[in-house]
C-alpha cells in the first residue's frame, strides 16, 4: 500500500467517524466509492459525480412514490 493509499484510507476512515459523531447515517454505497477512492480507482471528482448521481435518483425514486 502506497503512502498515498494510507493517507487516503485515513482521511475516509476520519470522514465516517466526524459522519457518525454527527448522528448521520453512511450509506453502503458511499462507502465503497470512498474505498474506491482510497485505493486510487476513481478520482475525487468521480466520486462526487456518482454520489450527486445516486442521489439525484433516490430523490425522484421518493418524488414519484409520494406525487
Partial sequence: MS???KKQIAAVNAAD???AIGGA???SYAQSLSV???H???TGKQMKQALLAN???IAEQEH???G
Wanted: proline share 10%.
Fill in 3 to 5: 503512502p498515498l493509499e
Fill in 17 to 19: 467517524a466526524i459522519t
Fill in 25 to 27: 447515517p453512511i450509506s
Fill in 36 to 38: 474506491s477512492w482510497a
Fill in 40 to 42: 486510487g480507482e476513481l
Fill in 55 to 57: 442521489h439525484r435518483r
Fill in 64 to 66: 414519484q412514490s409520494h
